[in-house]
């Protein structure tokens, strides 16, 4: 999925796969303050909100509370 966000900083963390959930909220919060992690858990079959939100990063866990897909502004 491509997004149409401009973003000043970090858009995209593919290193925070397999990390805890906090510890990786963290370090988006910390990489750049201006946009706001969501957490969506992926094995509750949520889609992607609508519309885009430039200042939302989408966090998809697993049940073990494990970053499961990229983090990325969407």
Do not use: H, Y
Not at 14 to 33: F, R
Not at 34 to 62: A, E, G
């Amino acid at each position: 999925m491509s997004s149409t966000c401009t973003v000043q900083g970090k858009t995209a963390w593919p290193e925070l796969l397999g990390q805890n959930v906090e510890k990786a909220v963290s370090i988006i919060e910390k990489e750049n303050p201006t946009v706001r992690p969501v957490v969506l858990n992926i094995s509750q079959n949520i889609p992607d909100p609508d519309p885009v939100d430039c200042t939302r990063v989408l966090v998809f866990i697993n049940d073990n509370n494990q970053v499961a897909l990229v983090p990325i502004v969407r």
